[in-house]
T-cell receptor, first 116, second 110 residues
């Protein structure tokens, strides 16, 4: 089956720093990748949708200048949390769908971000 | 390792019927369980979130139940409508990782 990886699996950083999270499709070409986040005791919520080679589409209420998404290749998308603050502490998860798999999303294991 | 299974894989019902989607998981040590809706080419939409200490949650025509001891959750949809046609996913959160089911593809026939 299709495999999606995320790196790092967890990260702790100081307030004001930027953190980059990678999402990779290991055995298929991901034309579309989705980024989600889940705050403690809340639902997993879609942040943005990115298509390879084009700008990401952000959901309402998600700051595009704070959460930079780059989907430069068919196997890699990155989410950069810029100038992170404690309220950005969350669980971030990506999913990918691609050639021949447009109706199926494959999920990464997630990244837990803690901002001190 | 946690495994999440959804049955049936596909379901087709006439409009107006009540229906139940099933989700089972192998490890009862969960943090919460969520039900999502997925439309083709779109991201997931969260429908209901059940914390591990809860038994059920309701939102409109949707009701989700959770029985941790037996490793089961059900999503009940009342008075189905053609707009309910989508793929429904359940996901178990262990606190460290999500485990997703393979989904049930629902078609509601007008």
């Amino acid at each position: 089956g299709a495999v999606v990886s995320q790196h790092p699996s967890w990260v702790i950083c100081k307030s004001g720093t930027s953190v980059k999270i990678e999402c990779r499709s290991l055995d298929f070409q991901a034309t579309t990748m989705f980024w989600y986040r889940q705050f403690p005791k809340q639902s997993l919520m879609l942040m943005a949708t990115s298509n390879e080679g084009s700008k990401a589409t952000y959901e309402q209420g998600v700051e595009k200048d704070k959460f930079l998404i780059n989907h430069a290749s068919l196997t890699l998308s990155t989410l950069t949390v810029t100038s992170a603050h404690p309220e950005d502490s969350s669980f971030y998860i990506c999913s990918a769908s691609g050639t021949g798999r447009t109706d199926t999303q494959y999920f990464g294991p997630g990244t837990r971000l803690t901002v001190l | 390792k946690q495994e999440v299974t959804q049955i049936p894989a596909a379901l087709s019902v006439p409009e107006g019927e009540n229906l139940v989607l099933n989700c089972s998981f192998t490890d009862s040590a969960i943090y919460n369980l969520q039900w999502f809706r997925q439309d083709p080419g779109k991201g997931l939409t969260s429908l209901l979130l059940i914390q591990s200490s809860q038994r059920e949650q309701t939102s409109g025509r949707l009701n989700a139940s959770l029985d941790k001891s037996s490793g089961r959750s059900t999503l009940y949809i009342a008075a189905s409508q053609p707009g309910d046609s989508a793929t429904y996913l359940c996901a178990v959160n262990t606190g460290n990782q999500f485990y997703f089911g393979t989904g049930t593809s629902l078609t509601v026939i007008p």
